[in-house]
C-alpha cells in the first residue's frame, strides 16, 4: 500500500458529513470526561445553593447549573450517536434550609463564588483545549459554543465579584517614584 492509497482512504473518511466522521479517541476522552465532571459539578452546585444567602449569586449557580445541564443533554447526544457509553451521575442534590446547616459547617458565599469562578476558569480552558484538538467541525463548533457562554458567565462571576467585595487581587505592582 502506498502513501496515495492510505491518503485517499482518510480523506474518504474525513470528508462529508463530519457527522459520519468517527470520532478520535482523544475527541471521546474529551467529551467523556466533560460529561462526568458536568455531573460532579451539578451535584456539588446544588448542595451550595443550600448554603447561599445572596440572592444575586444564587441565580448565577441556579444559571451554571442549567448551562451544564444543555451542555450534557448535546454532549450526551454526541456520545450516544457515536456509540459510546455514558458515564455515571449522582442523584440529584437534596435541597436544605440554609438556617439548618449550622455555621461551622456552611460554605461562605466568597468560598462559593470563588469555587464557581474556578470552575469557569478551567472549563474555558477544557473547551479550548477540545476546539484545538478536534478533527470533526461539529465537535469544534459545539465547544466553540460552549466557550463563549462560559466566558460570558466568567464576566457575570466577575462582576458579582467585584460588587460584592469578594475579589481578592493578587499583589499589585506600584512603580516607586525613587528610580
Known sequence: MNIETIRSGIMGILSGNPKDEPMHYGEVYGTWSHLSINHGLIAGYQTFINHIGDEDLKKLVQEAIEAMQEENKQVEELLKSNGIGLPPAPPERPVAH??????????????????VSKDV???????????????????????????????????????????????????????SSES
Open 98 to 115: 440554609l438556617e439548618a446547616i449550622p455555621p461551622g459547617a456552611r460554605f461562605s458565599d466568597p468560598e462559593i463564588a470563588a469555587a
Open 121 to 175: 476558569a478551567e472549563g474555558l480552558v477544557a473547551a479550548s483545549t477540545m476546539i484545538g484538538q478536534s478533527i470533526r467541525e461539529d465537535i469544534a463548533v459545539m465547544y466553540g459554543q460552549f466557550h463563549m457562554a462560559k466566558a460570558q458567565f466568567g464576566a457575570k462571576m466577575l462582576k458579582l465579584n467585584k460588587t460584592k467585595g469578594w475579589l481578592i487581587p493578587p499583589p499589585l505592582q506600584v512603580k
